[in-house]
């Protein structure tokens, strides 16, 4: 059901680092973001795929987590993430790519929850460094990065009360994030 699929694909950062993702597998995602949707069809978006643990210890420090949770600055070690997909824009193509990526995102962050695994995509990116990590041509930018891993937490949705979106953890360690009810999303 694809309720059941969306009400899964939550924003998972903590992962079991021993459960690997093969090439096959980010292939197979990267198939469902080639069959998605782009504006006019331009298909402007291009991706990098990591998933060897020497690079993975690289993109790992270009990205900032969480910032709700101020006293917690990533997963620790045996938690992190095992593949990343780094979505890039081709500028010659597209200068304003991102309903495109949001859309490709999702499918890829669907595809995983489907074969048990989960991710998070990343805004928040020091795309400087990743873009010396990666050796990239100025003709390609970095828009969104995806980490992907077998998820190591429960997150629960809770309803928003007194306005509050923040996302939370409580004593043992379980992930609550609010969302705003049907009724109020209706105008
Ligand atoms: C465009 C976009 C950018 C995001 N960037 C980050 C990020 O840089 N770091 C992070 O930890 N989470 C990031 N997230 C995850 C959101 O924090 C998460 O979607 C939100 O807390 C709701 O949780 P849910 O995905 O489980 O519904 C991003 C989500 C989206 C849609």
Known sequence: ???????????????FQDVTISND?????????????????IQSLNYKL?????????????LGWAGYLADWKGPEDGEKPTA???????NRIKQNPQYDVGLACQSILL??????????????????????YLTLPKEYDITLVIALGKPKE?????EVVDGNIKYWRDD??????????LEDLLL
């Not at 597998?25 to 069809?41: D, K, P, Q, S, V």
């Not at 429960?154 to 809770?158: C, F, L, S, Y």
């Open 154 to 158: 429960e997150i629960v949705i809770d």
């Open 172 to 181: 043992k360690q379980v992930h609550h994030v609010p969302k705003r009810k």
């Open 1 to 15: 059901m694809i309720k059941d699929l969306v009400a899964k694909n939550r924003s998972y950062r903590r992962f």
């Open 50 to 62: 990591i998933n060897k643990s020497k690079k993975n210890e690289e993109f790992f420090s270009c």
């Open 25 to 41: 597998t980010l292939l197979e995602l990267i198939e469902l973001a080639r069959l998605t949707a782009t504006g006019a069809n």
């Open 111 to 132: 595809g995983a929850v489907e074969k048990g695994l989960g991710g998070c995509m990343f805004g928040s990116v020091n795309r400087e460094q990743l873009r010396e």
């Open 84 to 90: 990343y997909i780094i979505i890039l824009n081709d």
